[in-house]
């Protein structure tokens, strides 16, 4: 693996992991406050699933339209 591709790997790593940490905190507080400590777990589970199929779905879209 080249450097480039490796530091541009990073980048998207860092971006993802902040982004997560930002909007996960927030959503798990509400879930918190609605459903109690078990919801908050749940809350950010399901939105890490949920993000994770949307992330298969575009790869297979993007490799089959290659």
């Not at 798990?28 to 399901?46: E, L, R």
């Amino acid at each position: 693996m080249s450097e480039e591709r490796r530091g541009e790997a990073m980048g998207w790593y860092g971006s993802a992991l902040t982004g997560g940490v930002a909007l996960g905190s927030p959503l798990a507080g509400v879930f918190i406050d609605i459903m109690g400590p078990s919801g908050g777990f749940v809350s950010v589970g399901a939105a890490g699933v949920v993000l994770c199929l949307v992330g298969l779905a575009l790869q297979r879209r993007r490799r089959a339209a290659a």
